[in-house]
Structure formats: structure tokens, C-alpha cells
Nanobody
Framework: QVQLVESGGGLVQPGGSLRLSCVAS???????LDWYRQTPGKERELVAS???????VYAASARGRFSISRDNARNTVYLQMNALKPEDTAVYYC???????WGQGTQVTVSS
């Protein structure tokens, strides 16, 4: 069983930035990981993905503002979020598809 622990969420004003971290309990080398988000009453949506080789894919809503990256030595995936908007408010989850593992989520609130 893989454990994923997210951190870095919080309250930020519109236009601000946050960096989310997801630490895995074992090596992520050779695996792709994803960031999702969910708001009440809506399905969880994919925000960004990073492959084992470092290739990245973004949802249209995140492209140009968010950046996903990885540090294999630290078993960590990051999501840098810039130019945040109120509609980015959600619980953000880390996902490891090949182990079907999810973190507990970290709340991001964008509000003035």
C-alpha cells in the first residue's frame, strides 16, 4: 500500500500563488503521477499529469498558470499554481494511477 501525503494548501488572494507538494511513501521513479481537484457536488477533475520521463499534460483551465514537476530523489511531486482565481478553489488530491493510491487532499481557497 502506497501512502501519499499532500501539503501546501491554504487561503490565498486572487492572483496569488501556492505550491502543493505530494510525498509518496516509496520511490516514484518510473511512474507517472497526477493532480486532481474536487469541489462540493462536482466530480473529481484531472488538473495535471507528469509521466515517468517528465512529460506533462494540463487541463485547459490550468494550462499557462499551473506547473507540475517531480523530484524523484525526494519521492515528491509538486504543483505550482500561479495567477490563482476564485474558481480554482477546491480540494486538491495527488493520485498514483498504477497503484490506485490517493492522498487525503489539501484545501485551496482563493478569495479576497
Amino acid at each position: 500500500q502506497v501512502q501519499l501525503v499532500e501539503s501546501g494548501g491554504g487561503l490565498v488572494q486572487p492572483g496569488g500563488s501556492l505550491r502543493l507538494s505530494c510525498v509518496a511513501s516509496r520511490s516514484i521513479t518510473g511512474y507517472g503521477l497526477d493532480w486532481y481537484r474536487q469541489t462540493p457536488g462536482k466530480e473529481r477533475e484531472l488538473v495535471a499529469s507528469i509521466s515517468a520521463a517528465g512529460y506533462t499534460v494540463y487541463a485547459a483551465s490550468a494550462r499557462g498558470r499551473f506547473s507540475i514537476s517531480r523530484d524523484n530523489a525526494r519521492n515528491t511531486v509538486y504543483l505550482q499554481m500561479n495567477a490563482l482565481k476564485p474558481e480554482d478553489t477546491a480540494v486538491y488530491y495527488c493520485n498514483w494511477p498504477q497503484t490506485d493510491s490517493w492522498g487525503q487532499g489539501t484545501q485551496v481557497t482563493v478569495s479576497s
